[in-house]
């Protein structure tokens, strides 16, 4: 991980100095540092540096449940006279509800038990009942604020095994400790929540700002770091941060009255740089370690398996069209075996050529998105300081993409033998999106019925939809026109007007053996990044490791190109040549194999209880398992039909 972070750090270091070369100063879009300086040293009117620290609230989340909930739902301080600050396409779908806060501090202004609001609750009324009710509920699934100071999270770091430090950008709401009076969460770091059946609520933050003086610069301070640790105060004898802890019973009726305070505190750090101020986050997640040398054992063995299906493959093929290319006479030729004999039906079209074509221009589509926002996000441009912007780039990259999809679906198809184009340049706008939106519906649908921040507005839906029929759409068109008006895909053989009769398989010849068999590797060489991607989206940890990722991504897509190459190879010698279909699904079945790991992941690894949470953990995994099966199939069946394409234009075909 350090050597592929340093790279990245090369990397960016030499853009910038290229840049600077002809530019006074260059930033990545949104990233660029803000300066602060003491408002009472004569300096508060210098011009980008700012004296006052704002403190923004995100949605709170909690791994017992797949529901988000925007800050005001839990009865917070809140400002209703800042305006929330603009959120991009990506910050919407994933649910982020980026809001002001009534937390606001002056540079270098140390401040002790600071007041910030008092929220009173009378459980005869019926909504001040409901609101401690869910209040309640949110410390009972411990849900997770999550704040932003100058665009970092303000991480709460505790000790852990071993003596190190685990910093979580995140901190509970409060704590539950049960009838039977063990503490759950983190009610286990403090020994004085041990009444039982009770909730203690973490009403004042201890806040720490580490900030780094810029050199050679006439004003302002960088921001570092931001800790904080949440307390329990019961504010008896006033504002006093100290004495017992503030405690909910839960069966309690009658008034009460919660007090929110915070302390904050400037610390000067020269040894953190700006540049580098997220790494202190980063390196002490515990799984960094353990990632590194698990990823790079899976990518060794992937690599070698890859390299002896490569050799195999070459050295096998080398001597079969050797041996086919010496034949000369018609008595040799009778007496010909294996893939050779099949060579007038190689490329006879496929059954059900229409969804065949249609998958392979979504798939198509998905390749290219996936490609070139992996790339981006290697070079930093998607890294998790730019929020949302991950997301952002690959529908973006999606909705233009439009054009690559059409053409390779009116490729395919006319080269099938296809004549009706309209359903097919209809079917490829609409088909494989169509069920995604569907599916993303009737997730959003159950959002909004439970009143969680990750529903998508009516008006983003609305722009969605408009992207896709405005954009996507015509693209697609666009891009079956070219298709279509090309000639048909040529061939290096003819194909005989009769079938040619397969002979009776064995079962590792059968279709559905050797498509199980196909989806093992590529899934292999993937499994590892996959319980860390899922535990990012599910587990909401912060994932950064997208150089591992797209080797990851190159080595998936080797894997499948060869596995589905031997299995052809090895179908087509046994005079099966139904091998279009076949290639797709033997890669796309490694979407299965998905699909089975995130069952298997849900029941052993997450904590989530509830119905909605259950369909919608299943619903959202059934959408990445089917872009992942479009994905990989369109690259099974590129592979082979480049397999199958070289080998029989380079052997003498009578």
């Known amino acids: ?55 923004f609230v995100n949605r709170l989340d909690s791994v017992e449940s797949v529901l988000p909930y925007e800050y005001t739902a839990f009865d917070f301080c809140s400002d209703v006279t ?50 401690l009710d869910f209040l309640k509920k949110g410390m009972l699934l411990n849900y997770q604020h999550h704040w932003i100071v100058d665009n970092m999270p303000v991480t709460w770091c505790y000790d852990v095994e071993d003596g190190q430090k685990f910093c979580n950008p995140g901190f509970p709401i409060g704590c539950y400790v049960t009838e039977s009076g063990r503490p759950k969460d983190a009610c286990v770091v403090n020994s004085d929540y041990h009444e039982k059946d009770t909730f203690y609520i973490f009403n004042h933050v201890d806040i720490t700002i580490y900030y780094h003086v810029v050199e ?13 640790e949440p307390k329990s105060f019961k504010h008896e004898s006033g504002l006093e941060c100290s004495g017992a802890p503030m405690y909910l019973r839960n069966k309690f009726t009658g008034q009460m009255k919660i007090d929110y305070t915070y302390s904050v505190q400037f610390v000067e750090d020269q040894h953190i740089r700006w540049a580098s101020r997220w790494d202190y986050i980063l390196e002490s997640m515990p799984h960094t370690n353990i990632q590194w040398f698990s990823i790079m054992n899976s990518l060794v063995i992937v690599l070698f398996l890859s390299g002896m299906v490569a050799m195999i493959m070459l050295r096998t093929l080398h001597k079969d069209i050797a041996r086919y290319n010496q034949i000369d006479s018609v008595e040799d030729a009778q007496e010909e075996f294996g893939w050779k004999l099949v060579h007038g039906d190689v490329f006879r079209p496929p059954r059900k050529g229409m969804l065949l074509s249609v998958f392979l221009g979504s798939g198509t589509q998905i390749f290219i998105m996936t490609f070139v926002t ?57 088909l494989c999106p169509g069920v995604v939106f569907a599916d993303f519906f009737l997730m959003n649908l159950i959002l909004w019925g439970e009143g969680s921040s990750a529903a998508m507005p009516f008006g983003t839906l609305v722009a969605i939809l408009a992207l896709w029929f405005c954009i996507s759409v015509p693209l697609t068109f666009l891009g079956a026109y070219f298709g279509f008006k090309k000639s048909a895909i040529e061939h290096p053989v003819r194909t005989n007007q009769i079938p040619r009769q397969i002979p009776e398989q064995s079962f590792y010849t059968k279709p559905l053996p050797g ?44 894997t499948c190109s060869e596995a589905t190459i031997l299995l052809c190879y090895f179908h087509l010698c046994a005079e099966d040549y139904h091998w279009q279909w076949r290639s797709f699904l033997t890669s796309g079945f490694t979407a299965i194999y998905f699909l089975v790991y995130a069952v298997h992941y849900f029941f052993s690894k997450l904590q989530i209880s509830g119905l909605a949470s259950t369909i919608l953990y299943f619903g959202y995994t059934t959408i990445m398992a089917l872009i992942f099966f479009l994905f990989t199939g369109t690259i099974g069946f590129f592979a082979c039909f480049w397999f199958v394409t070289k080998i029989y234009s380079v052997v003498k075909v009578d």
């Open 515 to 558: 498509i199980v068999m196909g989806g093992i590797l590529p899934f292999g060489c993937i499994f590892i990044q996959l319980f860390f991607i899922l535990n990012s989206i599910w587990s909401h940890q912060m994932y950064y490791m997208f150089g591992f990722l797209f080797l990851v991504f190159i080595i998936l897509v080797i």
């Open 82 to 131: 800042e305006k929330r600050p603009s959120e991009n396409l990506g910050q919407v779908l994933f649910g982020e509800r980026i809001e002001p806060s009534p937390y606001k501090f002056e540079f270098k202004k140390k401040e002790e038990c600071k007041h910030v609001c008092t929220k009173k609750y009378d459980t005869t009324l019926a909504t001040d009942k409901a609101a």
């Open 374 to 430: 992996l790339f981006f996000a290697c070079l930093g441009f998607l890294s998790p300081a730019n929020r949302g912007a991950l997301m952002t780039c690959a529908v973006v990259l999606w909705v233009l993409l439009g054009t690559p999809a059409g053409y390779v679906a009116a490729r395919f198809y006319k080269s099938f033998g296809g004549e009706k184009w309209k359903t097919n340049v209809l079917l490829t706008a609409f």
């Open 1 to 55: 991980m350090c050597i592929f972070r340093r790279f990245h750090s090369i990397l960016s270091v030499l853009l910038v100095a290229g840049v600077l070369h002809y530019a006074t100063s260059f930033y990545l879009p949104g990233l660029a540092p803000v300066s602060f300086c003491e408002k009472d040293n004569g300096k508060e009117n210098v011009p980008d540096c700012k004296s006052t620290i704002e403190l």
């Open 216 to 228: 050679h610069e006439e004003a302002g301070s960088r921001l570092v770091a931001a800790k904080m």
